[in-house]
């Protein structure tokens, strides 16, 4: 352990770091279930893609935790998961197959540009405020999916939403199980998002079972299952046709690799900066070994079927405990590829016991707000147009694109042009052929 994790060097020890891979995974568990929710809207195999997920959290993890000796653990990301079946497979048409072959394909070229330092190049050139908007506008995107999914929020003729019917038992559950989520998060408890989780699942289960209430969740007829689903284990492959025959699998590749450009950088940064992990220049330790670990993620993710893979920011609950070093991801990564066996348990988990979660996530992720200057009319515009167009346009990359292009303008009509990066251009014009010949 010491050889491989130099423990006494970061003031640590075995049971120290077990114990905060442990906190991580219960941090992280809810996406177990979160995750084939989302995914099995774009019609895929719901448990396949709990496979997926468990098995890509796991690896990805372990390698983490020996390639970089980072206490991040990794898993199918919040929001991208999102881009994936509301955007690339309901709005821009792509087939689960063939989102899954852009995911790929994404990984691919995040490995090049990882390897040849590009990736980090890309980073520092994207204004750091639209960074902060990007997040928190698929934070507020992400919990609209929760709420809608739930029943909280409907479609309506005449303000095209409204509330929904707060007699309704499920809709009832999943407020519950905000409010309840909400209140452990308040009160600091670790592992608050899971722990949510499973209580409002046990509650369903009990007014279901007990008291006869439809739309419930179920009981399992069994705790654990050997019976494996390994139906999208290399869909991707029958994907790439549509590589080279749909119009906008450029724009769902480029859309896949920025969203988990920023959503990376932003969690390594938080984690780093707990963890003791940035030098004398401000600049993290092995970080190259970071976003390759990354990079390999998301490729063996999307080849055993779920969406990108990516650092999770619950990983700062680890490190809070005292987790310094990779043995805190490869515990969790073990934690992960444990949960296998235990698919029948996931007959629990609703809509309405996912939806929590998702509204929970969606704070933490908006929390990124308070660091946008609001003050700056650049900024202001920008962010707001970037937001506001991802939760009203349902649609995570059309959001970025027009925050791009009024970033832009904005600096144009201010006489700040020369001070516009080379790269930002690059996607600007990107951004303006999307528009004008994609949409």
């Known amino acids: 352990m010491e050889k491989l994790f130099h423990l006494k060097e970061h003031g640590t020890n075995v049971k120290t ?3 905060a891979g442990i906190t991580t995974f219960l941090a992280m568990a809810y996406i177990l279930a979160v995750n084939p929710a989302i995914l099995g809207q774009a019609h895929m195999s719901h448990q396949g893609v709990f496979l997926a997920t468990a098995i890509s959290a796991g ?3 372990i390698f983490m935790g020996l390639m970089a000796n980072y206490p991040v653990s990794l898993a199918p990301g919040m929001g991208v998961n999102a881009l994936f079946t509301y955007t690339i497979v309901g709005q821009m048409g792509l087939s689960p197959e063939g989102a899954l072959a852009c995911v790929f394909v994404s990984g691919i070229i995040f490995v090049i540009i990882t390897v040849t330092n590009i990736r980090r190049m890309i980073i520092n050139a994207i204004p750091a405020q639209l960074k902060l908007a990007i997040g928190a506008g698929i934070g507020f995107f992400v919990a609209f999916v929760g709420l809608k999914n739930a029943g909280i929020v409907v479609a309506s003729e005449s303000t095209f939403v409204a509330l929904g019917n707060f007699k309704n038992p499920t809709v009832l559950l999943a407020i ?3 409010i309840i989520t909400l209140v452990l998060l308040v009160k600091n408890k670790p ?3 899971f722990y949510g989780l499973i209580i409002t699942a046990v509650v369903g289960v009990v007014f279901g079972s007990f008291f006869g209430l439809k739309g419930m969740p179920q009981l399992p007829t069994k705790l654990v299952s050997v019976n494996f689903d390994f139906s999208l284990v290399g869909a991707f492959a029958r994907g ?3 590589m080279f025959t749909h119009p906008q699998c450029i724009v769902a590749i480029f859309s896949l690799l920025f969203v988990d450009f920023f959503d990376t950088a932003g969690t390594l940064v938080a984690v780093a900066s707990k963890a003791d992990l940035i030098d004398e220049n401000g600049e993290l330790v092995n970080v190259e070994r970071a976003l390759l670990a990354d990079a390999v993620g998301t490729v063996f993710g999307s080849m055993i079927g779920t969406s990108t893979v990516t650092s999770f920011v619950e990983s700062t609950s680890g490190v809070g405990v005292g987790g310094r070093t990779g043995l805190t991801a490869c515990t969790t990564g073990i934690c992960f590829l444990l949960t296998v066996f235990f698919y029948p348990v996931l007959s629990m988990i609703t809509d309405a016991v996912t939806a929590p979660a998702l509204v929970i996530v969606g704070i933490l992720m908006a929390s990124q707000l308070k660091d946008i200057k609001w003050d700056n009319l650049i900024f202001a ?8 167009f991802m939760i009203l346009g349902y649609s995570i990359s059309n959001g970025i694109a027009l925050g791009f292009i009024v970033y832009v303008i904005s600096m144009i ?3 700040q042009a020369k001070d516009i990066n080379k790269m930002v251009w690059v996607l600007f014009l990107l951004f303006i052929a999307y528009f004008a010949f994609l949409i």
């Open 381 to 388: 515009a920008s962010g707001f147009v970037t937001i506001i």
């Open 240 to 242: 790439f046709n549509e």
């Open 413 to 415: 009509a201010t006489g």
């Open 191 to 193: 592992a608050a998002v």
């Open 59 to 61: 690896a990805a993890s």
């Open 17 to 19: 770091e077990i114990l």
């Open 176 to 178: 519950f199980g905000i």
